[in-house]
Protein backbone atom coordinates (compact mmCIF):
# COMPACT_ATOMS: atom_id res chain seq x y z
CA UNK A 1 0.00 0.00 0.00
CA UNK A 2 1.19 3.43 -1.34
CA UNK A 3 2.18 5.64 2.02
CA UNK A 4 -0.35 8.51 2.22
CA UNK A 5 1.95 11.65 2.39
CA UNK A 6 -0.96 14.61 1.53
CA UNK A 7 0.28 16.70 -0.93
CA UNK A 8 3.74 16.26 -0.88
CA UNK A 9 5.75 14.57 -3.31
CA UNK A 10 9.64 14.33 -2.21
CA UNK A 11 12.18 16.38 -0.76
CA UNK A 12 14.47 18.20 -3.23
CA UNK A 13 17.53 19.56 -3.27
CA UNK A 14 17.79 23.03 -4.04
CA UNK A 15 20.45 22.79 -6.06
CA UNK A 16 21.14 20.15 -7.94
CA UNK A 17 16.74 18.83 -8.19
CA UNK A 18 17.85 15.45 -6.78
CA UNK A 19 14.78 13.84 -5.20
CA UNK A 20 14.67 12.15 -1.53
CA UNK A 21 12.30 10.35 1.08
CA UNK A 22 10.14 12.60 3.36
CA UNK A 23 12.28 11.62 6.02
CA UNK A 24 14.16 13.76 8.70
CA UNK A 25 17.01 14.83 6.64
CA UNK A 26 18.17 18.08 5.53
CA UNK A 27 21.48 18.01 2.96
CA UNK A 28 21.89 16.23 -0.60
CA UNK A 29 24.42 13.43 -0.45
CA UNK A 30 25.77 15.45 -3.85
CA UNK A 31 26.07 18.87 -3.67
CA UNK A 32 25.41 19.44 0.23
CA UNK A 33 22.35 21.64 -1.41
CA UNK A 34 19.74 22.31 1.42
CA UNK A 35 16.76 20.11 0.97
CA UNK A 36 13.27 21.66 0.26
CA UNK A 37 9.81 19.81 0.41
CA UNK A 38 8.22 19.56 -3.30
CA UNK A 39 4.47 19.54 -3.54
CA UNK A 40 1.97 18.06 -6.05
CA UNK A 41 0.81 21.79 -7.37
CA UNK A 42 -1.58 19.56 -10.06
CA UNK A 43 -4.01 18.05 -6.79
CA UNK A 44 -3.68 20.61 -5.02
CA UNK A 45 -5.27 23.13 -7.55
CA UNK A 46 -8.02 20.58 -8.12
CA UNK A 47 -9.29 20.43 -4.58
CA UNK A 48 -8.17 23.91 -2.82
CA UNK A 49 -10.16 26.84 -3.38
CA UNK A 50 -11.39 30.24 -1.81
CA UNK A 51 -14.02 28.87 -0.51
CA UNK A 52 -12.60 26.31 0.99
CA UNK A 53 -10.34 28.21 3.01
CA UNK A 54 -12.32 30.49 4.19
CA UNK A 55 -14.99 27.77 5.29
CA UNK A 56 -12.19 26.42 7.56
CA UNK A 57 -11.61 27.79 11.00
CA UNK A 58 -9.17 31.01 11.27
CA UNK A 59 -5.76 29.37 11.89
CA UNK A 60 -2.75 29.38 9.44
CA UNK A 61 -3.86 25.27 9.05
CA UNK A 62 -6.45 26.87 6.67
CA UNK A 63 -3.61 26.61 4.11
CA UNK A 64 -2.58 22.75 5.07
CA UNK A 65 -2.16 21.72 1.40
CA UNK A 66 0.62 23.74 1.13
CA UNK A 67 1.74 22.99 4.65
CA UNK A 68 4.14 19.93 4.46
CA UNK A 69 2.52 17.39 6.74
CA UNK A 70 0.80 13.81 5.63
CA UNK A 71 -1.93 14.07 7.69
CA UNK A 72 -4.29 16.71 10.11
CA UNK A 73 -2.01 18.74 12.58
CA UNK A 74 -1.41 17.75 15.58
CA UNK A 75 0.90 20.36 17.48
CA UNK A 76 -0.19 24.10 17.49
CA UNK A 77 -3.69 23.39 15.67
CA UNK A 78 -4.46 27.23 16.73
CA UNK A 79 -1.42 28.97 15.59
CA UNK A 80 -1.81 31.53 12.74
CA UNK A 81 -4.65 34.27 11.65
CA UNK A 82 -2.88 36.80 13.33
CA UNK A 83 -4.48 40.40 12.37
CA UNK A 84 -3.24 42.51 9.11
CA UNK A 85 -3.29 46.16 10.51
CA UNK A 86 -4.16 48.86 8.73
CA UNK A 87 -1.21 51.88 9.96
CA UNK A 88 -2.50 54.73 8.75
CA UNK A 89 -0.77 57.23 11.71
CA UNK A 90 2.32 55.16 10.87
CA UNK A 91 2.14 55.34 7.19
CA UNK A 92 1.63 58.98 7.64
CA UNK A 93 4.81 59.53 9.72
CA UNK A 94 6.79 57.46 7.37
CA UNK A 95 5.74 58.93 4.06
CA UNK A 96 3.58 56.25 2.27
CA UNK A 97 0.54 56.33 1.10
CA UNK A 98 -1.39 52.93 2.36
CA UNK A 99 0.48 50.88 4.97
CA UNK A 100 -0.07 47.41 6.93
CA UNK A 101 1.46 46.00 9.79
CA UNK A 102 1.12 41.66 9.77
CA UNK A 103 1.26 41.65 13.85
CA UNK A 104 3.02 38.19 15.10
CA UNK A 105 3.50 40.28 18.21
CA UNK A 106 0.04 38.16 19.43
CA UNK A 107 0.83 35.08 17.84
CA UNK A 108 -0.50 31.85 19.84
CA UNK A 109 1.38 30.95 22.39
CA UNK A 110 4.45 32.32 22.62
CA UNK A 111 4.14 35.78 20.88
CA UNK A 112 5.95 35.39 17.68
CA UNK A 113 6.16 34.11 14.03
CA UNK A 114 8.32 31.08 15.47
CA UNK A 115 5.05 29.71 16.67
CA UNK A 116 4.13 28.81 13.11
CA UNK A 117 7.41 26.86 11.97
CA UNK A 118 7.28 25.43 15.29
CA UNK A 119 3.77 23.63 14.88
CA UNK A 120 4.84 22.17 11.10
CA UNK A 121 7.73 20.98 12.43
CA UNK A 122 6.39 19.13 15.58
CA UNK A 123 3.24 17.73 13.66
CA UNK A 124 5.68 16.25 11.06
CA UNK A 125 8.15 15.47 14.12
CA UNK A 126 5.09 13.37 15.45
CA UNK A 127 4.33 11.77 11.71
CA UNK A 128 8.17 10.28 11.46
CA UNK A 129 7.76 8.89 15.29
CA UNK A 130 9.95 11.22 16.58
CA UNK A 131 9.57 11.75 20.56
CA UNK A 132 12.27 14.23 21.37
CA UNK A 133 12.60 18.02 19.89
CA UNK A 134 15.21 19.92 19.81
CA UNK A 135 16.16 23.55 18.57
CA UNK A 136 19.47 25.86 18.26
CA UNK A 137 17.75 29.26 18.91
CA UNK A 138 18.44 32.87 19.28
CA UNK A 139 15.56 32.82 21.26
CA UNK A 140 11.92 33.26 20.09
CA UNK A 141 12.64 29.79 18.43
CA UNK A 142 13.78 28.21 21.87
CA UNK A 143 9.61 29.67 23.60
CA UNK A 144 8.27 28.12 21.23
CA UNK A 145 9.72 24.95 21.11
CA UNK A 146 9.58 24.78 24.21
CA UNK A 147 6.01 25.62 24.73
CA UNK A 148 4.50 23.41 22.15
CA UNK A 149 6.27 20.44 23.12
CA UNK A 150 5.04 21.20 26.44
CA UNK A 151 1.93 21.14 25.24
CA UNK A 152 1.93 18.11 22.75
CA UNK A 153 3.49 16.11 25.40
CA UNK A 154 7.00 15.82 23.79
CA UNK A 155 10.10 15.96 25.29
CA UNK A 156 12.59 19.37 24.79
CA UNK A 157 16.05 20.49 24.50
CA UNK A 158 16.71 23.70 23.65
CA UNK A 159 20.31 25.01 23.13
CA UNK A 160 21.05 28.70 23.40
CA UNK A 161 23.47 31.41 23.68
CA UNK A 162 24.14 31.77 27.00
CA UNK A 163 23.87 35.38 26.56
CA UNK A 164 20.34 35.88 25.55
CA UNK A 165 17.80 38.52 26.82
CA UNK A 166 16.98 37.30 30.90
CA UNK A 167 13.07 37.38 29.59
CA UNK A 168 13.52 34.76 26.60
CA UNK A 169 15.36 32.67 29.14
CA UNK A 170 12.74 32.64 31.41
CA UNK A 171 10.25 31.98 28.48
CA UNK A 172 11.78 28.74 27.52
CA UNK A 173 12.30 27.37 30.98
CA UNK A 174 8.87 27.91 32.69
CA UNK A 175 7.85 25.36 30.57
CA UNK A 176 10.08 22.47 31.85
CA UNK A 177 12.52 22.18 28.43
CA UNK A 178 15.86 21.62 28.99
CA UNK A 179 17.04 24.45 28.45
CA UNK A 180 21.29 24.43 27.37
CA UNK A 181 23.38 28.27 27.42
CA UNK A 182 26.03 28.03 25.45
CA UNK A 183 29.18 30.07 25.95
CA UNK A 184 29.54 31.38 22.18
CA UNK A 185 27.52 33.00 19.25
CA UNK A 186 24.67 31.46 17.86
CA UNK A 187 26.36 29.88 14.52
CA UNK A 188 28.27 27.84 17.37
CA UNK A 189 25.14 26.48 19.11
CA UNK A 190 24.44 25.36 15.83
CA UNK A 191 27.34 23.60 14.81
CA UNK A 192 26.98 22.03 17.81
CA UNK A 193 23.41 20.99 17.42
CA UNK A 194 24.07 19.37 14.27
CA UNK A 195 26.61 17.20 15.81
CA UNK A 196 23.90 16.12 18.71
CA UNK A 197 21.23 15.53 15.71
CA UNK A 198 24.09 13.44 14.22
CA UNK A 199 24.70 11.40 17.37
CA UNK A 200 21.35 11.24 19.26
CA UNK A 201 18.97 11.23 16.27
CA UNK A 202 16.33 14.02 17.74
CA UNK A 203 14.35 15.90 15.77
CA UNK A 204 15.85 19.23 15.72
CA UNK A 205 13.70 21.72 13.69
CA UNK A 206 15.85 23.36 12.57
CA UNK A 207 18.39 20.89 11.37
CA UNK A 208 17.16 17.73 10.42
CA UNK A 209 13.24 18.68 10.13
CA UNK A 210 14.78 22.28 8.62
CA UNK A 211 13.06 21.52 5.04
CA UNK A 212 9.47 21.04 7.08
CA UNK A 213 10.05 23.61 9.74
CA UNK A 214 10.95 26.14 7.20
CA UNK A 215 7.54 25.55 4.99
CA UNK A 216 5.59 27.16 8.34
CA UNK A 217 6.46 30.69 7.73
CA UNK A 218 4.75 30.25 4.35
CA UNK A 219 1.22 30.68 5.75
CA UNK A 220 2.48 34.23 6.76
CA UNK A 221 2.10 35.14 3.44
CA UNK A 222 -0.79 33.06 2.69
CA UNK A 223 -2.77 35.00 5.35
CA UNK A 224 -1.19 38.64 4.03
CA UNK A 225 -2.80 37.73 1.02
CA UNK A 226 -6.06 36.40 1.99
CA UNK A 227 -6.05 39.22 4.39
CA UNK A 228 -5.72 41.78 1.73
CA UNK A 229 -8.48 40.68 -0.21
CA UNK A 230 -6.40 37.96 -2.02
CA UNK A 231 -3.94 40.53 -3.56
CA UNK A 232 -0.57 39.98 -3.32
CA UNK A 233 1.35 43.38 -1.85
CA UNK A 234 3.46 45.60 -3.86
CA UNK A 235 5.84 45.87 -1.01
CA UNK A 236 6.44 43.98 1.65
CA UNK A 237 9.49 44.31 4.17
CA UNK A 238 10.56 41.34 5.86
CA UNK A 239 13.31 41.14 8.91
CA UNK A 240 16.45 38.87 7.98
CA UNK A 241 17.97 36.63 10.70
CA UNK A 242 19.13 33.10 8.43
CA UNK A 243 16.85 34.60 6.17
CA UNK A 244 14.28 31.75 5.73
CA UNK A 245 11.49 33.58 6.67
CA UNK A 246 12.11 36.25 3.50
CA UNK A 247 12.33 33.34 0.88
CA UNK A 248 9.41 31.71 2.15
CA UNK A 249 7.32 34.74 2.21
CA UNK A 250 8.38 35.23 -1.94
CA UNK A 251 7.66 31.54 -1.98
CA UNK A 252 4.22 32.02 -0.41
CA UNK A 253 3.21 34.66 -3.02
CA UNK A 254 4.40 32.61 -6.05
CA UNK A 255 2.72 29.75 -4.70
CA UNK A 256 -1.41 31.49 -4.52
CA UNK A 257 -0.79 32.78 -8.20
CA UNK A 258 0.34 29.86 -9.02
CA UNK A 259 -2.79 28.00 -8.04
CA UNK A 260 -5.17 31.04 -9.23
CA UNK A 261 -6.29 31.86 -5.98
CA UNK A 262 -4.32 35.72 -6.37
CA UNK A 263 -3.99 37.12 -9.43
CA UNK A 264 -0.52 37.36 -11.16
CA UNK A 265 1.83 40.57 -10.15
CA UNK A 266 4.76 42.13 -10.25
CA UNK A 267 5.76 42.36 -6.00
CA UNK A 268 9.25 43.25 -4.18
CA UNK A 269 10.42 41.35 -0.85
CA UNK A 270 12.65 43.73 0.84
CA UNK A 271 15.50 42.56 3.42
CA UNK A 272 16.05 44.39 6.96
CA UNK A 273 18.55 43.76 8.95
CA UNK A 274 20.84 45.18 12.41
CA UNK A 275 23.75 47.08 11.14
CA UNK A 276 25.52 45.31 13.90
CA UNK A 277 24.97 41.72 11.78
CA UNK A 278 24.20 42.37 8.18
CA UNK A 279 25.89 39.84 6.19
CA UNK A 280 22.76 39.54 3.34
CA UNK A 281 22.20 43.61 3.29
CA UNK A 282 25.60 44.08 2.98
CA UNK A 283 26.05 41.78 -0.12
CA UNK A 284 22.35 42.95 -1.49
CA UNK A 285 23.71 46.55 -1.60
CA UNK A 286 27.23 45.71 -3.13
CA UNK A 287 24.77 43.65 -6.17
CA UNK A 288 26.47 40.59 -4.97
CA UNK A 289 24.87 36.99 -4.71
CA UNK A 290 26.98 35.60 -2.27
CA UNK A 291 27.63 37.25 1.61
CA UNK A 292 30.85 37.13 3.98
CA UNK A 293 29.84 35.91 7.56
CA UNK A 294 30.15 38.46 10.56
CA UNK A 295 30.39 38.13 14.17
CA UNK A 296 27.04 39.76 15.42
CA UNK A 297 27.22 42.85 17.77
CA UNK A 298 23.39 44.49 18.07
CA UNK A 299 20.56 44.95 20.52
CA UNK A 300 18.63 43.02 17.96
CA UNK A 301 19.52 39.17 19.30
CA UNK A 302 17.20 37.24 17.74
CA UNK A 303 18.37 38.32 14.20
CA UNK A 304 22.08 38.09 15.22
CA UNK A 305 23.05 35.15 12.74
CA UNK A 306 26.47 36.11 11.51
CA UNK A 307 26.76 33.14 8.83
CA UNK A 308 22.93 32.91 7.49
CA UNK A 309 21.91 29.00 6.11
CA UNK A 310 19.22 31.01 3.69
CA UNK A 311 21.11 34.13 2.84
CA UNK A 312 22.15 32.97 -0.72
CA UNK A 313 18.27 32.39 -1.51
CA UNK A 314 17.27 35.41 0.45
CA UNK A 315 19.62 37.46 -2.00
CA UNK A 316 18.58 35.58 -4.60
CA UNK A 317 14.53 36.36 -3.98
CA UNK A 318 15.52 39.95 -3.61
CA UNK A 319 17.05 39.79 -7.16
CA UNK A 320 14.55 38.23 -9.24
CA UNK A 321 12.00 40.95 -7.23
CA UNK A 322 13.74 43.75 -7.83
CA UNK A 323 13.86 44.53 -4.57
CA UNK A 324 16.24 45.87 -1.55
CA UNK A 325 17.47 45.60 1.37
CA UNK A 326 19.36 48.25 4.10
CA UNK A 327 19.83 47.49 8.17
CA UNK A 328 19.74 50.30 10.72
CA UNK A 329 21.70 50.72 14.44
CA UNK A 330 20.59 50.46 17.80
CA UNK A 331 19.39 53.60 18.33
CA UNK A 332 17.38 53.11 14.82
CA UNK A 333 16.51 50.22 16.18
CA UNK A 334 14.81 51.51 19.36
CA UNK A 335 14.02 54.27 17.34
CA UNK A 336 11.49 52.01 14.80
CA UNK A 337 10.06 50.52 18.41
CA UNK A 338 8.93 53.55 19.74
CA UNK A 339 7.75 54.77 16.32
CA UNK A 340 5.56 51.90 16.19
CA UNK A 341 4.04 51.76 19.42
CA UNK A 342 3.17 55.46 19.78
CA UNK A 343 1.61 55.44 16.09
CA UNK A 344 -0.43 52.18 16.01
CA UNK A 345 -0.27 50.79 19.79
CA UNK A 346 2.11 47.62 19.25
CA UNK A 347 5.25 47.13 20.93
CA UNK A 348 7.21 45.74 19.01
CA UNK A 349 10.53 43.43 20.22
CA UNK A 350 13.57 44.53 18.35
CA UNK A 351 13.51 42.99 15.10
CA UNK A 352 10.04 44.82 14.89
CA UNK A 353 12.10 48.14 15.73
CA UNK A 354 14.39 46.92 12.33
CA UNK A 355 11.82 46.17 10.08
CA UNK A 356 10.32 49.89 10.74
CA UNK A 357 13.69 51.59 10.35
CA UNK A 358 14.64 49.79 7.35
CA UNK A 359 11.24 50.49 6.01
CA UNK A 360 11.62 54.11 6.88
CA UNK A 361 14.67 54.58 4.80
CA UNK A 362 13.45 52.43 2.07
CA UNK A 363 10.30 54.71 1.65
CA UNK A 364 12.61 58.16 2.72
CA UNK A 365 15.39 56.96 -0.22
CA UNK A 366 12.38 56.32 -3.24
CA UNK A 367 13.04 52.87 -2.73
CA UNK A 368 9.54 52.29 -2.15
CA UNK A 369 7.87 54.81 -3.72
CA UNK A 370 5.69 57.62 -1.45
CA UNK A 371 2.64 56.43 -3.43
CA UNK A 372 2.68 52.92 -3.12
CA UNK A 373 1.29 50.22 -0.77
CA UNK A 374 3.53 48.26 2.19
CA UNK A 375 3.40 45.25 4.39
CA UNK A 376 5.18 45.32 7.50
CA UNK A 377 6.33 41.79 9.29
CA UNK A 378 6.59 42.58 12.15
CA UNK A 379 7.52 39.27 14.17
CA UNK A 380 7.86 39.04 17.98
CA UNK A 381 6.53 40.72 21.24
CA UNK A 382 8.73 43.80 22.98
CA UNK A 383 7.62 42.19 26.02
CA UNK A 384 10.59 39.74 25.16
CA UNK A 385 13.03 42.39 24.73
CA UNK A 386 12.57 44.72 27.55
CA UNK A 387 16.14 44.85 28.47
CA UNK A 388 16.68 47.16 25.11
CA UNK A 389 14.13 49.84 25.45
CA UNK A 390 14.58 50.48 29.63
CA UNK A 391 15.82 54.05 29.91
CA UNK A 392 15.43 55.06 26.26
CA UNK A 393 11.74 55.70 26.83
CA UNK A 394 10.93 58.55 29.15
CA UNK A 395 11.23 58.59 32.63
CA UNK A 396 8.99 57.66 35.70
CA UNK A 397 7.32 60.65 37.09
CA UNK A 398 6.53 60.74 40.56
CA UNK A 399 4.30 62.70 42.64
CA UNK A 400 2.63 62.07 46.26
CA UNK A 401 -0.62 61.75 46.08
CA UNK A 402 -1.49 65.35 46.03
CA UNK A 403 -3.76 67.42 43.81
CA UNK A 404 -1.25 70.56 43.95
CA UNK A 405 1.35 68.44 43.19
CA UNK A 406 0.49 66.73 39.60
CA UNK A 407 -0.84 70.58 39.30
CA UNK A 408 2.59 71.66 39.21
CA UNK A 409 3.88 68.77 37.57
CA UNK A 410 1.08 69.63 34.39
CA UNK A 411 2.33 73.02 34.29
CA UNK A 412 6.07 72.30 33.50
CA UNK A 413 4.83 69.24 31.06
CA UNK A 414 3.08 71.98 29.54
CA UNK A 415 6.31 75.06 29.68
CA UNK A 416 8.18 72.35 27.96
CA UNK A 417 6.09 70.94 25.25
CA UNK A 418 6.06 73.04 22.27
CA UNK A 419 2.65 73.61 20.48
CA UNK A 420 2.84 73.24 17.02
Same mark, same amino acid.
Given at each position: ?108 ? /???? !? ?6 ? =??? @?? $??? #? ?115 ? /???? !? ?6 ? =??? @?? $??? #? ?127 ? =? ?24
Amino acid at each position: MEKHEGFMKALKCRECGREYPLAATHVCEFDFGPLEVAYDYDRIKKSLTRALIQSRPQTMWRYRELLPIAHEPTVGTQVGFTPLVKADRLAKRLGIRELWIKNDTVNYP /TLSF !KDRVVSVA =LSR @AR $ELG #FKIVACASTGNLANSVAANAAAAGLKAYVFIPSDLEQSKIVNSQVYGAQVIGIKGHYDEVNRLCAEIAGKFGWAFVNVNMRPYYAEGSKSMGFEIIEQLGWHVPQHTVVCMASGSLL /TKIY !KSYQEMMK =LGL @AP $ETK #FHVHGAQATGCSPITTAQKAGLDFFKPVKPNTIAKSLAIGTPADGFYALRAMKETASNSDDVTDDEIREGIKLLAECEGIFAETAGGVTVGVAKKLIASGRIPANASAVLCITGNGLKTLDAVVGHVGR =LREIRPNLREFETLLHTETEATPTH
